[in-house]
């Protein structure tokens, strides 16, 4: 894949471990990478794809000779610049980190410190070096800022973590990383967290950082469209070992391996619109609702319905008030102004106020099933508590109806005694699912519930859902910031900006242009698996600036 001549990082036969201390047999090793080699050049983006477990971070935090969650490096070799970081002692490690390899982490909202201001963090890893000023590396953070397309580079530095965006705070992070000029970039799922249209200025901004200082850069990612923007090669892992390594082009539109194949075409459900038929099960009319204390209005006059059977998804990017509205139906906020009607019957605007019923037909399932799960109950104690609390059932009929349930959600009784966490983020959110099904609801709220899953297995959810939407006829409330989920799933389809619905209507309607310009925005962000695409989206960016 490289000049060996021009080699920057070569990693051989990496091998980390864990051991693993099952409840009911003797604690044994666990391989987490297994014999994994490949080379980067200086000026080279390598990708690296794969589902959850597969090894991805587990091998760029190897760069950094850094194993977390109690992992080990058990065999093989890091050499950066002629040094095998896994063999270096701890003080040559500390030279080596934060000046030849620096890492951008998911969360850049945690990986702050909110007492301090940015720029004194953006600096404070160069400025341990002691051989710049403060000064000069407030210069090169500026300038930075400038490079990374920030808003007012010259005083962004002086605001702390809460006064800026996720999408401006993750470009921050990146200018931290490039500060002490470092060789190579570890990019650890930088977007994965964010909303499509600040993805791609994210993207962009990190693609142009890249090009401008010839930094090397390992991109940790679970999302192939993404990773074919930015990389020169990508390797694909599964389960530790490598899958398939070779140039972006031959990945993207040659691929050998079949789970290759099965990332390049994944998403490929065609769920045909339902008609608009019969009256609406729910019916949000008119709603205006602001949080507790504030007079600043987070919902403006929000009408939208949703019929038996069918799925209404709310689109939009983070704060335009996808799950403001959510918690108005459920009966967490009251509206100002407004009503709902469910099933025929006005809700009372506050969850005290709705009978048990109410309650049992209006279900919601969770964005992070991690914590929507208590980690002490077993599954059978999560899936078997509304079988109790609705229909008073115990004992062997309680029983048969939770392996029912674990059978509908494709996980099977043997399940049942397990806890959270002896289970994978998708089998946890199926056990969600299954919750939620034990009501026997009319409706249920799904809250970006494969935003956090692998594609594969966001797929595999999505499915799931709507077989299970056939079976039981239950109607999907789909809060999403996916387009790609959207188009799969949708009936009709609310567009949200700013707590206001810009765009409403059956999927054809929404989806058929012209389009206003925030829905026309949302769909030229979403990526596509196709080489070039981010900068072919760029310019078009930059051209409807210019025609405004």
């Known amino acids: 894949m490289t000049d060996a001549n021009d080699t920057l990082l070569q990693v051989d036969g ?118 710049q000023s403060k000064a000069s590396l407030h210069e090169r953070a500026i300038e930075l800022f400038r490079t990374l397309g920030l808003p007012e580079p010259d005083l ?66 679970h999302d192939l469209a993404v990773v074919a923007q930015v990389s020169d090669e990508i390797m694909v892992l599964r389960h530790g070992k490598t899958i398939e390594h070779g140039n972006t082009r031959q990945i993207i539109e040659q691929p050998a391996d079949p789970y290759t194949r099965a990332l390049v075409n994944v998403r490929t459900i065609d769920h045909p619109e339902a008609p608009a038929d019969g009256e609406p099960l729910l019916a949000v009319s008119s709603v205006t609702a602001s949080y507790a204390g504030s007079s600043e209005q987070v919902l403006r006059n929000v009408s939208v319905e949703l019929r038996p059977g069918q799925t209404l998804a709310v689109v939009g990017e983070s704060g335009s008030g996808k799950s403001t509205l959510a918690r108005v139906i459920t009966g967490l906020l009251q509206p100002s102004d407004g009503q709902i009607r469910f099933n025929n019957r006005l809700l009372p605007p506050a969850l005290a106020g709705r009978t048990k ?25 999560i899936v078997g508590r509304p079988l109790e609390f609705y229909f008073g059932l115990k004992g062997a009929a309680k029983k048969q109806r939770i392996a029912e349930l674990l059978d509908e959600i494709e996980l099977g009784p043997e399940f049942a005694d397990r806890y959270p966490a002896e289970l994978s983020g998708g089998q946890k959110q199926r056990v969600c699912i299954a919750r939620a099904l034990a009501a026997q609801p009319r409706l249920i709220i799904c809250d970006e519930v494969t935003s956090a899953l692998d594609p594969l ?62 829905t026309d925005l949302l769909l030229a962000s979403v990526p596509r698996m196709e080489i070039g695409w981010l900068d072919k989206a760029i310019a078009g960016r930059r051209m409807g600036s210019a025609g405004n």
Do not use: W
């Not at 019923?357 to 104690?381: S, W």
């Not at 299970?468 to 900006?497: C, N």
């Not at 619905?501 to 058929?512: E, M």
């Open 457 to 518: 297995i966001a797929d595999g959810i999505l499915k799931l859902l709507l077989e299970l939407q056939r079976i039981e006829q239950v109607a999907f409330l789909f809060i999403t910031h996916d387009l790609a989920t959207v188009k799969a799933i949708a009936d009709s389809i609310a567009v949200m900006y700013q707590g206001e619905v810009v765009r409403y209507g059956t999927k054809t309607q929404v989806l058929t242009p012209p389009y206003d310009d925030y």
């Open 156 to 221: 962004i530095g002086n605001r702390y973590p809460h006064q800026v965006s996720g999408g401006q705070l993750q470009r921050i992070m990146t200018a931290m990383a490039l500060c002490s000029k470092p060789d190579l970039i570890i990019f650890d799922e930088p977007t994965t967290a964010l909303d499509v249209t600040t993805q791609i200025d994210v993207l962009a901004a990190i693609k142009h950082a890249i090009h401008e200082t010839g930094v090397a850069a390992i991109y940790i990612t």
């Open 14 to 131: 990496l091998c980390i471990g864990a051991t693993v201390y099952p409840p009911d047999a003797k604690p044994h090793e666990i391989a987490i990478v297994d014999d994994v080699s490949f080379s980067l050049s200086t000026g080279r983006v390598l990708g690296l794809i794969g589902e959850s477990g597969a090894g991805k971070s587990t091998i760029g935090l190897a760069a950094l000779a850094y194993g977390r969650g109690g992992v080990r490096i058990t065999g093989g070799s890091a050499v950066i610049n002629g040094r095998d970081v896994l063999a270096i002692g701890r003080k040559d490690l500390r030279d080596v980190r934060g000046s030849d390899v620096c890492y951008v982490a998911q969360s850049a909202a945690a990986a702050f410190n909110p007492a301090h201001k940015l720029i004194d963090q953006v600096v404070e890893a160069a400025l341990a070096k002691g051989d």
């Open 357 to 381: 019923n109410d309650l049992r037909e209006l279900q919601m399932i969770h964005q992070m099933a991690d914590v929507a799960m208590n980690p002490r109950h077993t599954v059978r104690t």
